[in-house]
């Protein structure tokens, strides 16, 4: 079955490259300019905003195309929920918002996905449920020193994320107000509001109650935890209107049936995924809060008033994980902010265009958003 476009494609690509940061590295480089090239960042002593302090920190991260003489065509991509550098190729080629025979871009892979710095590849003392909550602000510390350090970029013509990517690039704007002309936050918010940390919450209960999860310290994958982790996921992954009408049949087999869909779902939500590092992600998830910024005090209406920098905010209109109450609740303290529902029901998984319409949508209104403006 190929029914599952944004979420299970990502997440195939990740499952396969699992274990094979090195290789990658030592792979010939990408002929193609939207073919990526795989590095790793290491910062030693990395202290997170809790006070723990890794010995070693680790982000992964691809590019695609090549960055400019002056340095200043390049685009940051920050990866969302478990997903690789591989989860915004529905932007990048020909034909696409992201031409990368123009533009540099930078794709960076979140603590937690089993790639960069995670529960699950991280020694003692930090391995397994005792490595540190890391928060949307650690994970931008990281990709602002690795910019400098790695790449020698200290200004970016645009951020552009999807979902956990969203969160990220709202930060960016909040924390470095004039590092980036434009942003493009699609099926994301600038907080996660209480509703949404009592369902990530119900998602870890779902994962932790397996016996086998032995409070983390498994020696066994918990099996059944993380398959009753991926069903309660799937429940919110797409609107009520999309079951309903069967959309799941645009790419399935004749033949197929709900109850294998939601078989495959179950048991192959994210293929190798481990759950420490499944567990730690929603921890960065449910934390967000760019209220929570230094200078701020909590207040996100202040933070979101202090954006300068042009916004094209895109909700997704049927969005379980990100209502679009939320959206237009903060859009309304944004200003100069450029509101554009995304028509679709394919619920939060439309802002990685699932489909040719989502797609279509996607690509154009960021294409137009990011083009020069004529004087």
Known sequence: MRLF???IAVAAVF???????????DAPAAKRPDRAKHHVFAIDKFRTESGAVLPQARVVYGTYGRLNAARDNAILLPSHYLADHHGYQWLIGPGKALDTTKVFLVATELFGNGHSSSPSNTLEPFHGPRFPVMTIRDNMATVHQLLAQDLKITHLRAIIGFSMGAQQAFQWV?????????????????KTYPHGVVRLEGQIAALTADAAFKDGDYTTP????IEAFATVWTAWLYSQEWWRLELWRADAKPGTTFEQVLHEY?????PGADANDLILQVRTWERHDVGGTPGFGGDVQKALRSIKTPILYMPSETDLYFPLTDARYEAAFIPGVVLKPIPSLWGHTAGAAPNPADARFLNDNIRSFLAPKRR
């Open 5 to 7: 476009s944004c979420w």
């Open 15 to 25: 499952a396969g490259l699992a274990g094979g940061v090195a290789r990658a590295q």
């Open 174 to 190: 909040v924390s470095y107000p004039a590092f980036a002309d434009r942003i493009v936050a699609t099926s994301g918010t600038a």
């Open 222 to 225: 918990p099996t059944k935890g």
């Open 266 to 270: 179950r048991t192959n939500f994210i």
